[in-house]
C-alpha cells in the first residue's frame, strides 16, 4: 500500500511537473454571482494556470453543502463561513482552512417596522445554516424581550427582500446588505436595515474557503497566491473586470449584479484564517451559548 501511494505522489508530481495542471473542485456557497468575482478573475486572467492548477466551480444551494461535499472528498475546497465552519468543525466534519475572503458579514436583519414591534409579525428567513439564522434571530427577539413563540417564522427559500416587498412577510434575516440594499431603493416604505453586527452578533468572516486535508500545503498556498491577484485585479480595474464577469457568464449580466458590482469588488482580500483572533474567540462563545457548538 505504501509502495503504492508512492507511486502516485511520483506520478502526481510528474504531471504537475509536465506542464499538467491540478484539478480541484471548489463547492460555492450559492448559485453564480457577483460575491465569486475573484474565482471568476483567477480563473479567465491565468492566474490558478499560472500556479498549475485547474479549478472547476460548483454551484451550491448553501454553505451546508459544500462542507458536507468537502468532508466526504467529492469536493476538493469550498466557500462557506466562519460560523458554518465552526459548527461543522464541532460536529466532527474536519475541514482545513486555506483562506479569509470577504472578513466581515454581510447579512443584514431588514423590518418594515422598528425592532420593539416585532411582536406578532412574520420574519421570513432562508439559509441551509438554519441553526446559525435561528440563533440570530433568537438573539434579536431576546433583546427586545421576546421569544420564537412572539413571532412567525417563515422559511422564503428564495425571493427575501422580494417577500418583505410584497408583504408575505414583515421582516427578513439572511439578506445580503449589498443586494438587500439596492432592491429595497425607489419603494415608498420605509424599512429599517441592521447590519448583524449592530445587533450584537459577533464579527464573522462572510467567506472562507475551506479544503479536504487532502489538498496539499502547497497547493494551499498556490491557491492563495492565485486569488491575491485576481483580488489586486478587481480592485485596480473593477470596470474591466465586470466586463469579465459578464462575457464569461452571460447570464450574469444584469442591472442589479451591474449595479453592486463596485461595491462587491471593494469586499474582498485574501487573509489568513481568522481563528484565535479577537473576533472568532467571540463567535466561538456566540455559538456555544446558543448551543450550536459543545
Not at 52 to 68: P, T
Not at 158 to 177: C, D, F, M, P, T
Request: proline share 5%; glycine share 6%; aromatic share 8%.
Amino acid at each position: 500500500m505504501l509502495k503504492f501511494f508512492c507511486c502516485l505522489c511520483s506520478i502526481t508530481l510528474f504531471l504537475l511537473q509536465a506542464g499538467y495542471p491540478q484539478t480541484l473542485k471548489l463547492t460555492l456557497e450559492w448559485l453564480l454571482n457577483p460575491h465569486h468575482a475573484p474565482l471568476v478573475v483567477a480563473i479567465t486572467q491565468g492566474y490558478f494556470a499560472e500556479e498549475g492548477l485547474s479549478v472547476e466551480l460548483i454551484q451550491a444551494q448553501g454553505s451546508l453543502e459544500g462542507c458536507i461535499q468537502v468532508a466526504a472528498g467529492t469536493a476538493d475546497l469550498a466557500l462557506t463561513n466562519e460560523a458554518q465552519w465552526v459548527i461543522q468543525q464541532d460536529k466532527g466534519l474536519v475541514l482545513e482552512p486555506v483562506m479569509t475572503l470577504i472578513a466581515e458579514p454581510l447579512e443584514v436583519f431588514v423590518s418594515s417596522v422598528p425592532l420593539g414591534q416585532l411582536r406578532g409579525k412574520r420574519i421570513g428567513h432562508a439559509s441551509s445554516g438554519v441553526g446559525f439564522s435561528a440563533a440570530v434571530l433568537k438573539h434579536i427577539l431576546l433583546n427586545q424581550g421576546l421569544t420564537e413563540k412572539d413571532i412567525m417564522a417563515v422559511h422564503t427559500k428564495h425571493g427575501l427582500v422580494a417577500a418583505l416587498l410584497s408583504g408575505q412577510v414583515e421582516a427578513i434575516i439572511n439578506a445580503y446588505r449589498t443586494y438587500a440594499t439596492l432592491d429595497l431603493k425607489g419603494h415608498g416604505q420605509a424599512y429599517y436595515m441592521y447590519p448583524y453586527e449592530s445587533l450584537g452578533i459577533p464579527v464573522f468572516a462572510a467567506q472562507i474557503m475551506v479544503a479536504n486535508p487532502k489538498v496539499s500545503a502547497a497547493t494551499r498556498q498556490a491557491l492563495r497566491r492565485a486569488l491575491t491577484k485576481a483580488c489586486d485585479f478587481l480592485k485596480d480595474d473593477p470596470a474591466r473586470a465586470w466586463h469579465i464577469f459578464k462575457t464569461t457568464y452571460p447570464e450574469m449580466d444584469t442591472v442589479n449584479n451591474k449595479l453592486i458590482w463596485p461595491s462587491v469588488a471593494a469586499l474582498f482580500k485574501v487573509d489568513p484564517f481568522p481563528a484565535n483572533t479577537e473576533n472568532h474567540q467571540k463567535l466561538k462563545t456566540f455559538l456555544k451559548l446558543y448551543q450550536l457548538t459543545q
